[in-house]
């Protein structure tokens, strides 16, 4: 059984220049609402990716995946869910689900790899975002 993290939830308002012409949230910017969530994550857990930067180790994304269910739109107000899991000595996995009141809008993953800033080498998952 992976070690998991406990849940973290954001609220975050759509603004206007997330929509696209149709009136949606644009595709993509669902990865960077994931990224929201990745970065409260760490937050969460003590340890913010700047300060994970600062002991040299970084997160490169290796791979995105997103399931759109139902379009989100200019001003509504979303709550971001994520977890993450090892998956890997230097690998981790970073779920997100985008929710707007009971409806699930989408929900994905990322994969990162854990490296050396300066080497680009792998690293082993820090303890502090496992315990």
């Known amino acids: 059984m992976p070690e998991v993290t406990p849940k973290a939830s954001l609220q975050y308002r759509v ?4 929509t696209d012409q149709m009136g949606f ?9 994931f990224e929201r969530s990745r970065n409260e994550i760490l937050r969460d857990l003590g340890i913010p990716y700047v300060e994970l930067e600062e002991r040299g180790v970084i997160l490169p994304v290796l791979e995105a995946h ?3 269910r139902l379009p ?6 979303l709550k971001i869910v994520g977890w993450g899991e ?3 000595k230097a690998r981790i996995k970073c779920h997100a689900e985008v929710w707007r009141g009971e409806e699930l809008l989408a929900s994905g993953y990322t994969v990162h790899a854990c490296l050396d800033k300066k080497t680009l080498r792998p690293v082993r998952v820090p303890s502090e975002i496992f315990g």
């Open 15 to 18: 603004p206007y220049a997330d």
């Open 25 to 33: 949230v644009y595709y993509a910017n669902f990865l960077v609402y």
């Open 66 to 68: 997103c399931e759109y």
């Open 72 to 77: 989100a739109k200019y001003d509504d107000i």
């Open 86 to 88: 090892i998956v890997g």
